[in-house]
């Protein structure tokens, strides 16, 4: 039974309001059973609409309940309605006739609890009809899967678009960019060209101008100011520069990213590297931190406390990428969305009682004899789809069914099935000696903390570490702009390595291609762009 004229009839209030333009701004990241997405600036882009003189509701990461809620604000009588502009930044699911956004606490979705885990298309496109000049909705997502019941699929599918109103669909960040362009005075149909990755669905109405140039109300791209003042922090690559970044953005894209800069210059040159470093300048005096890095750096954890909170983190549905024992981006950003789950302040800094709260709810997952974990691998390994598979050994590494998980996960992706790991001090050390990765060293750590060779493999994941680290730095000074990553990135993709999106960012997909490009051609494994790869690559360009 569909909800739309009970919810409709709860959310339409009795007192009449005069005409204005109205949006409405989601921003679902972090999902308690779903992957999560990037690329969401929700702050930025209400902020945008507001300076455009639209009322705005804006809200992170709500679940389906809330999500309502904010969604209520388009239901209030308007005598002579203005502009509407909806953008819903997170998960999908669609059967034949219906798309729903997905609250994040939706859980074993399917159609008949669809509705009340999710808001429907068809609902929100009767919320927004009858504005002036007309309605447009923005959807945001990528391509990865939430688990759900049969009969559903994931992402956004196609719907019938009402005359009035436009739909554009693609990633967040070129959603975000779709909507600058259109608080610019372009219509929607030249809004959807912004980006390669956009699509106008069907229907709808191109030459619709939410917002025409004679109002004068032309912001800056949301997410432009934010990129330009980031360029130019990275750029500096001061304390002083990060500091004016977050003055200007305390909750910018790269918020975290410039606060663990800013912390490792200030912490002297022990932290910020070598003094002869041109790519990280040592500044003549120490400034105090933070007090959020403060506070964590007392903890004084070292690299495999670190590793660990992690692995940790990954477990939870934060994905922090390699558990290396550095805190980069990152981590700091799944440190935040923890935090913001959690209901803490997201810093993105440890803290002790944080600390041991994440380590109570790891336990959680182990301490119940195996019912937790057969019920995860029921919501997401027993799918036999590739991200179900993922999501459960990210959670559950050496879970019951995490031998199935990565037999099938080989089968799926063609890949050579990993030498399971063998049992007892020694056999364990000489596997990890023969695999020489850092995975392998912190797997017979984690069995062996107090192990016979536990010196040596610490010794073996410093050494590891310190190289990829001096390839950090050597990429770093190469200063690789946009165009220079998104060549690399291209290429990398030719060569049939999966890099991920071509998008000038290098995420942990693009990490993961570069070691296997480099694994391939006898260079250096690093995961980072160094000389020698990027000669080699030119050689590859050149020889036919």
Do not use: C
């Amino acid at each position: 039974m569909r909800l739309i004229p009970i919810l409709l009839a709860a959310l339409i209030g009795a007192t009449p309001v005069w005409a204005e333009k109205r949006a409405v701004v989601i921003g679902n990241a972090d999902y308690r059973d779903a992957p999560d997405l990037a690329g969401s600036d929700t702050a930025a882009l209400a902020a945008a609409l507001r300076e455009a003189g639209f009322d705005t509701t804006d809200g992170i990461d709500l679940a389906a309940d809330a999500l309502r809620e904010r969604l209520a604000v388009l239901a209030r009588p308007d005598a002579a309605p203005g502009a509407r502009i909806v953008t819903l930044n997170g998960r999908f699911l669609r059967d034949g006739n219906e798309t729903w956004f997905m609250g994040t606490d939706a859980r074993d979705t399917d159609r008949l609890n669809a509705d009340l885990q999710g808001v429907p298309m068809s609902l929100v496109l009767r919320l927004i009809s009858g504005a002036r000049p007309g309605a447009v909705l923005l959807l945001g997502t990528d391509g990865q899967q939430m688990p759900h019941g049969g009969g559903l699929d994931d992402g956004i599918g196609t719907f019938p678009v009402p005359a009035d109103m436009a739909v554009i669909s693609g990633t967040p960040e070129a959603t975000a960019r779709a909507l600058a362009e259109l608080l610019r005075g372009s219509s929607a149909a030249q809004a959807a060209m912004v980006d390669p990755t956009l699509r106008l669905m069907a229907g709808s109405k191109g030459d619709l101008v939410a917002l025409p140039r004679d109002t004068g109300a032309q912001p800056a791209d949301p997410l432009g100011d934010d990129r330009a003042a980031w360029t130019q922090a990275a750029r500096a690559n001061t304390a002083a520069g990060y500091r004016e970044y977050l003055r200007q953005f305390p909750r910018g894209i790269f918020s975290a990213a410039a606060r663990e800069r800013q912390a490792r210059i200030e912490q002297g040159p022990a932290h910020a590297g070598r003094a002869d470093d041109p790519a990280v300048p040592v500044p003549a005096t120490r400034p105090q931190s933070t007090p959020e890095a403060q506070a964590e750096a007392a903890m004084n954890l070292d690299a495999a406390a670190r590793a660990g909170l992690q692995r940790s983190l990954s477990r939870l549905g934060h994905d922090s990428g390699t558990a290396d024992g550095i805190f980069g981006q990152r981590t700091r950003a799944a440190l935040m969305a923890w935090q913001r789950a959690n209901k803490h302040a997201p810093t993105g800094y440890l803290t002790p009682p944080q600390l041991k709260s994440i380590n109570q709810q790891v336990a959680y997952l182990d301490g119940d004899n195996g019912s937790r974990d057969r019920d995860y691998w029921r919501r997401t390994g027993a799918q036999r789809d590739a991200k179900g598979l993922q999501t459960y050994l990210r959670r559950y590494p050496n879970g019951i069914h995490a031998d199935t998980a990565r037999r099938m996960l080989a089968e799926l992706t063609g890949a050579v099935p990993p030498q399971d790991v063998p049992r007892g001090d020694d056999a364990t050390w000489a596997w990890a000696r023969r695999q020489g990765s850092a995975a392998a060293y912190e797997t017979y750590l984690e069995r062996y903390p107090r192990g016979r060779h536990a010196a040596e493999a610490r010794t073996g994941l410093e050494t590891l570490r310190a190289g990829t680290e001096a390839a950090r730095r050597e990429e770093s000074a190469l200063r690789l702009d946009s165009s220079t990553r998104l060549l690399i990135e291209e290429r990398l993709r030719a060569a049939g390595l999966r890099p991920g999106p071509v998008d000038g960012e290098f995420n942990a997909e693009t990490r993961s291609a570069l070691r296997r490009y480099q694994a391939a051609r006898n260079l250096r494994v690093t995961g980072y762009v160094t000389q020698e790869t990027v000669g080699q690559m030119l050689q590859d360009v050149l020889t036919p």
